[in-house]
């Protein structure tokens, strides 16, 4: 069977297809009786619009590209924070009735194609997800004059909207709490230096003990369990002492319980954990892990209803979302 055209709408209807054509786009100069009259011919005959024609009559396209400078292996993994980006902002998208199209970025070559991709003018706005400090993809969005936010606030000088979480205030209050429960060699797990995550957390933990008598033990991992472990390791070899942790997200704890464990030591009794997210796994770690409650799923919500806002007109300042210490017996 042939597809319904737009002129079979207007004659089932008694229209023009110029009548036609702006209900379907949404123009509001129609009368509502005439646009019942073409709504009904639409639903009568099955028609579906052709969404290239209508891109240029809108100039939108009523897809947003969701781009995470990540691997595949890295999207794809354990870690939760990816898949909850996902889920919410397709929630929101779907909401105002436009959809995801989800792109990866490791590689130069990969950079490259999402950037004549996004030029092409194939999205009307992009998110920015797991941004790098060296990653120029923010730089050559903005320079393209196409919406954009960041999931957290960039990590180099750039002017573009963000919706991030109190990263410093949260780190500060999980080793406030090792330090009020007489921690003296309080070491930390750092996330990755070039991620703005992995630097607020670092400042925050380093605030706190900076104004007390404890010096900072630090070791750097890429917030997998892997590099939890690994860095946990290494902290107990250059200081048996050490008993306290703040890992600077909740795998990266799990790796550091897992270590401290095949090392004989006893949590909270001999070295307290504390992480920072509060993925569902932390209440079932074995003990329950004591955390930093970051609302994944809050802040990717809240990008995605910037972005949405930026196409009206809305404003474009920076949302910084609140944390909240989830206590637990790991501490």
Known sequence: MRRPTLEAVAARAGVSRATVSRVVNGQATVAPHIRD????????????????ARSLVTQRTDSIALVFSEPPTRVFSEDPM?????????VELEAADKQIVLMLTSSAKSQARVERYIASGHVDGVMLISMHGADPLPAAIARMRVPVVSYGRPA????????DNDNVGGAAEAVRHLV???????????GPQDMIAGIDRLA???DVLRGSDRRSIVAVGDFTRESGAIAMRQLLEDDPALDAVFCANDLMAVGALQALRQAGRRVPDDVAVVGFDDIEAAKYTDPPLT????????????M????????????????ILPTELVIRESS
Do not use: K
């Open 304 to 319: 995605t209803r910037l972005l949405l806002g930026l196409f009206e007109g809305g404003p474009a300042d920076p949302v």
């Open 291 to 302: 955390t930093v409650r970051h609302h994944i799923f809050e802040q990717a919500a809240a």
């Open 37 to 52: 009259a073409v709504l009904r011919a639409i639903d009568e005959l099955g028609y579906v619009p052709n969404s290239a």
């Open 180 to 190: 009020e429960s007489g921690r003296r060699r309080i070491a930390t797990i750092a």
């Open 156 to 163: 180099v000088p750039i002017d573009i909207p963000y919706v």
């Open 204 to 206: 925050g933990y380093r």
């Open 82 to 90: 990816f898949s909850t980006v996902i889920r919410s902002a397709s």
